[in-house]
Structure formats: C-alpha cells, structure tokens
C-alpha cells in the first residue's frame, strides 16, 4: 500500500509551494488528497469484501478479519512512511507535523489490534491490555512534545497552520472518525469500518507526501516547486 501511495504521487504535476516563512496564511498544496484517498481505499475495501464473500466466515467487520487487517496494514505503512519523513525532513516544522502524524498511526495500530484478555488467547495479532497501555501512551506523548517544540520555537507559524486552508486534511480526518462512531450508534459495522480505513489511507498519502517531499530536498519556506496534485 505505501508502494501504491507512492506511485500514485509520483504521477503528480508541479505547483508552487506557498512560503511559510513570511505572515501569509499556509495553504496545503495537496488538494487532490481526497480523491487519492477514496481511489486507495476502494482498492482495498473491494478486494476485501470479495475476498471475505468467496473464503470468508462469520461478518465482514469481524476481529482480525479482512477489512480490520487490511485498516491495520494501512496504519502501520502511514506510520513507517511517517517515520522516515521525520528522519529525512530538513525543516522543523516538517518533522514535528510527521512525528504527530506518526503517533496517530501507531495510536490507530494498537486500537485496531484486538485485546488478547478479550479474545481469550494471545497471538501475534494480538495486544496485551498493558502493551496497549504503553503505546497509546507513547504515542500521546510523542505527539505532545512534537507540538510542544512547535509552540516554544514556532508559535506564530504553529497557529497560522492551523488555519482552515491549510489543515483541512485534519478536519476531514476527524470527521471520518465522527461519522464512524455515529455508524457505530446505528449498529452500520461495515460502513464503519470502511469510513474508517478511509481516514487511513487520508493518513497514509499525507505521510507519503511529506516523505517525498524530503527526498526532494524540499522544505517549508523554501520558494521550491514540490510534485504535488493540484
């Protein structure tokens, strides 16, 4: 899936990067993350539910099954390729925005993975209470201490970014997860589910972006042109 997203950016077309050093309100440069996002994750969720329809057993929305394995793979290619954006950003704000990113996914992987008190038996797609514990922690606190750094060294721009024009992926993220849980208020299993590893896959090319963006040379402020959709 991260060679997928990947692929898929690289067939992008040229567009300016807004500076995010002078007083100008940031605008994200990836607009086409939306429909990117859908196109992934219809990739996924359709082999899914053909696959669970012809071997499956039980429901599609099962523990450990097609589409909760699938929404764990996703997560854990968002948080590798989130990683290897923190390493090779150049730019401060770069590599807090992907160490954030990247405690979300490990934050989604541990909340997909069943618990193995639950489930009545550990096995190596199973969490302990207390491993769970701990990542959900970490990734809590690495996330804190990311924005931390940015509202010590960086307030002006840390509040500009918040700006609706450019963190509008993170509002489309939380509303994924607002109308999965109201799915979930209506008993809609399913529709949850795939509500959900669409916000992942949303995760996932912001992760990839942002890793591509790296290798490019490209930073924040930078008056560079990056190989984004417009």
């Known amino acids: 899936m991260a060679v997928l997203a990947t692929c898929v950016i690289h067939t992008a077309t040229r567009e300016s ?7 100008t309100r940031p605008v994200w440069p990836y607009l086409r993350l939306p429909l990117h996002s859908l196109v992934l994750s219809s990739a996924i969720t359709i082999p899914c539910w053909i ?13 450990n099954g097609w589409i909760e ?17 923190a390493i090779f950003s150049k730019k401060r704000v770069w590599i807090c925005i992907a160490v954030t990113l990247s ?15 639950t489930l009545g038996y ?16 970490s990734s ?4 804190f201490v990311a924005t931390l750094v940015m509202f010590v060294q960086q307030r002006q721009l840390l509040f500009r970014l918040w700006h609706p024009r450019f963190s509008w992926p993170a509002f489309l993220f939380l509303s994924c997860f607002a109308i999965a849980e109201l799915s979930e208020e209506f008993s809609w299993v399913s529709f949850e589910e ?19 963006l790296a290798l490019q040379g490209g930073h924040l402020g930078d008056p560079i042109q990056s190989s984004t959709f417009r």
């Open 17 to 23: 990067m807004c500076d995010f050093d002078n007083n």
């Open 51 to 63: 696959g669970f329809r012809f071997f499956g057993h039980g429901d599609f929305s099962d523990e």
């Open 69 to 85: 394995n699938a929404q764990f793979g996703t997560l854990g290619c968002a948080f590798i390729v989130g990683v290897l954006a």
């Open 103 to 117: 405690a979300v996914a490990a934050f989604g992987c541990a909340r997909e993975l069943p618990n193995s008190e």
């Open 122 to 137: 550990v096995s190596s797609i199973t969490l302990t209470p207390r491993s769970k514990e701990l990542i959900f922690g």
């Open 140 to 143: 809590a606190i690495a996330a």
């Open 194 to 212: 795939i509500v959900e590893i669409y916000a992942y896959t949303l995760l996932l090319f912001v992760n990839a972006w942002i890793f591509r």
